[in-house]
């Protein structure tokens, strides 16, 4: 169980900011894995009164707040519509509704967990990040970013036609996945993103002409790419199992795009 001796609910972004310079203080999200952890803490920071936990829908794409919870993303119907369902089969097995109505979008990006359904799904999606000092950044990039105690603001994504479908594989129906997938289409290609491998979620760009549609053609290019992808073993399965699973997974969302291609 984690401990701190102060905790600060910050009035504003820049006290935050100055506050989490310290290495002893943490940022503390939606406070579910955190609290998990077996460490002492000096400053607890809350921003849960800065005004982060919105959903704004505009012409041009989506800005997430960071204190978003995942279920707010989960039933918001215009993100939901967007995707396809995507967004929502990436969330409803994450642990149970409660959880979910706890656990925030920004804790689930900033933590960069190799487990994580959020991480694939948006990297998939070719997401940005809004920092309050570095900027905006693409999301793929922050992953190898150092923490510099910066703050994350949101995460943005643009709108366009797109093309999205999730799929993961799991022992248990809420437990932590044993392999993660997403593939978005876009005018400008497939992006492929495969999590839980079990490292961080990593994803490849590759052109529409790369994955055919013709089956046989397409279960040999799937192979060769899945096979771009490290894997690794631990408790839950082993790299080859991995591996095999990505081509299925990949696979799957593959079929899943084509169908909602035709039906338009």
Avoid at 44 to 66: A, H, R, V
Avoid at 87 to 98: E, F, K, M, N, P
Wanted: with cysteine; proline share 2%; aromatic share 8%.
């Amino acid at each position: 169980m984690i401990h701190y001796n102060h905790f600060v609910m910050a009035e504003s972004l820049e006290q935050a900011y100055e506050l989490n310079q310290k290495k002893s203080a943490v940022i503390c999200g939606g406070f579910c894995w955190l609290r998990l952890q077996n460490r002492t803490v000096q400053t607890l920071i809350d921003l849960s009164g800065l005004g982060l936990d919105q959903i704004e829908e505009t012409e041009e794409g989506f800005e997430i707040g960071s204190m978003v919870s995942l279920r707010k993303l989960e039933t918001h119907k215009g993100f939901q519509a967007w995707t396809r369902g995507a967004s929502a089969d990436s969330l409803r097995h994450i642990v149970g509704t409660q959880f979910r109505n706890c656990a925030t979008v920004g804790g689930s990006i900033y933590g960069r967990f190799g487990f994580s359904d959020v991480l694939t799904l948006f990297l998939a999606l070719d997401a940005q990040v809004k920092l309050f000092k570095g900027g905006v950044l693409p999301l793929r990039d922050f992953l190898d970013r150092k923490e510099d105690g910066d703050i994350l603001l949101s995460i943005l994504v643009k709108k366009g036609q797109a093309f999205a479908a999730y799929e993961s594989m799991r022992n248990e129906a809420v437990d932590f996945p044993v392999l993660t997938a997403a593939v978005c289409l876009r005018d400008s290609g497939f992006t492929v993103a495969v999590g839980a491998r079990p490292g961080k979620a990593r994803v490849i760009s590759v052109p529409a002409t790369e994955l055919p549609g013709e089956k046989i053609q397409r279960e040999e290019a799937v192979k060769a790419l899945t096979e771009k992808f490290i894997y690794g073993t631990n408790m839950r399965a082993s790299a080859e199992y991995r591996k095999y699973l990505a081509g299925v997974l990949v696979s799957r969302c593959l079929e899943k795009i084509e169908t909602d291609r035709k039906e338009g």
